[in-house]
Structure formats: structure tokens, C-alpha cells
T-cell receptor, first 114, second 114 residues
């Protein structure tokens, strides 16, 4: 299993540009989520999904959209990039089965908005 | 919502000494408390977790204790080694809802001096 994969690894955007960060998992996990990590801070939840077709907002959703058309994929869209969105973005997935609580993180995407 | 505070922000120990990192949480409904280790430029990786029906859990040199009444939990690393140097994050979550969102502490940078 590849686990949780993310592309791209690095990205530089200009203010106002849009882009999609890709996330995929091959573990058949129902739960997927996006976090951002800013220097000196813990990770903060942006959006999450408990299954295909179901998404909801997390702690810091403004400026981001998500969709979940398949179990495997959970892309994060930046609508109009702003310098405040410069961060490292992590996707995570988890089984919803009882007794399985670990969230597995992808390798991250480092985004810089100039 | 949940708020997790973590102390200290940096911790330097000599190889072979013990290290203790402490976290407090605000939401008494939280029932799952994982600890993640993050090496520079890498993804967070789960090192140990505890559910609220357990007071202590050990895995070799690592242990976590939980005090539900005081709403705090701690990570204990014994016989520290240079490879333990990393940033450690505590987190809290409510497992019994579909959300499973992790609220993270701000992290502790542990440096083990050889």
C-alpha cells in the first residue's frame, strides 16, 4: 500500500491564483481530512469528510473548498490564493471501524503565496 | 470548541535522561488522546495514543498518562536517545462522532544532547 499520497510536494502561487492540492489513499478509509501547519503551531483542521459525497468544515475553512466524489480522493481547492495561505498542508485518513483510531498523514504540500 | 495547550515549547535533555511533555484540554467530551512525532520536513507519525477509559499506557520507552478529572495528559520518554530529537504534538478528539477531528497542541521541540 502507498498509504496517503499528496501532490505536489511544493508549489508557489501568486496572490489571486487558484489551484488544487491532491490527496489520495489506498487503504479504503472512510474518513479523510485536510490540516494546515504554520510555523510554531500545531495542525489546524480545514475540512473533513466521513465518506464519499459528504464533507464538512473544520476550524479554518475560509478560502478553501473540498469535494469527495470517491472514497480514495479528497482534493483541496484554493479559490483565490492569499499570502495568509502560505503553509504546509497535510491530508490525513482514518478508518471509521471501531478500534481503529489512528489518522495516517500524507507527506505534505509546502505552499508559498507571493 | 476544544482547546489543547502544550508545555514546554522546547525541551533539552541529556542522552539517557527522561523527558516529560504535558498537555491540557478543555472539552470534557474528548475521549481520544494521540501523540505524534514530527521530524524536520516530515509528516506527523503516531507514536502512542490513549482512550479516556484508560489511565496509563506504555510502549517500550514511551508512556502516556491521562487524568480525566484534571483534563490533562502527559508523554513520558525514558532513556532518551539522539533519534528521539523531534517535535512532539499532543492532540485530543471525540471518537464517538463521525467528525474525529484532531485538535492539536502547539508542539514541543525535544532536543536530546549526546
Amino acid at each position: 500500500n502507498a498509504g496517503v499520497t499528496q501532490t505536489p510536494k511544493f508549489q508557489v502561487l501568486k496572490t489571486g491564483q487558484s489551484m488544487t492540492l491532491q490527496c489520495a489513499q489506498d487503504m479504503n478509509h472512510e474518513y479523510m481530512s485536510w490540516y494546515r501547519q504554520d510555523p510554531g503551531m500545531g495542525l489546524r483542521l480545514i475540512h473533513y469528510s466521513v465518506g464519499a459525497g459528504i464533507t464538512d468544515q473544520g476550524e479554518v475553512p475560509n478560502g478553501y473548498n473540498v469535494s469527495r466524489s470517491t472514497t480514495e480522493d479528497f482534493p483541496l481547492r484554493l479559490l483565490s490564493a492569499a499570502p495568509s495561505q502560505t503553509s504546509v498542508y497535510f491530508c490525513a485518513s482514518s478508518s471509521q471501524a471501531s478500534g481503529h483510531y489512528e489518522q495516517y498523514f500524507g507527506p505534505g504540500t509546502r505552499l508559498t503565496v507571493t | 470548541g476544544e482547546n489543547v495547550e502544550q508545555h514546554p515549547s522546547t525541551l533539552s535533555v541529556q542522552e539517557g535522561d527522561s523527558a516529560v511533555i504535558k498537555c491540557t484540554y478543555s472539552d470534557s467530551a474528548s475521549n481520544y488522546f494521540p501523540w505524534y512525532k514530527q521530524e524536520l520536513g516530515k509528516r506527523p507519525q503516531l507514536i502512542i495514543d490513549i482512550r479516556s477509559n484508560v489511565g496509563e499506557k506504555k510502549d517500550q520507552r514511551i508512556a502516556v498518562t491521562l487524568n480525566k478529572t484534571a483534563k490533562h495528559f502527559s508523554l513520558h520518554i525514558t532513556e532518551t536517545q539522539p533519534e528521539d530529537s523531534a517535535v512532539y504534538f499532543c492532540a485530543a478528539s471525540i471518537l464517538d462522532t463521525g467528525r474525529r477531528a484532531l485538535t492539536f497542541g502547539s508542539g514541543t521541540r525535544l532536543q536530546v544532547q549526546p
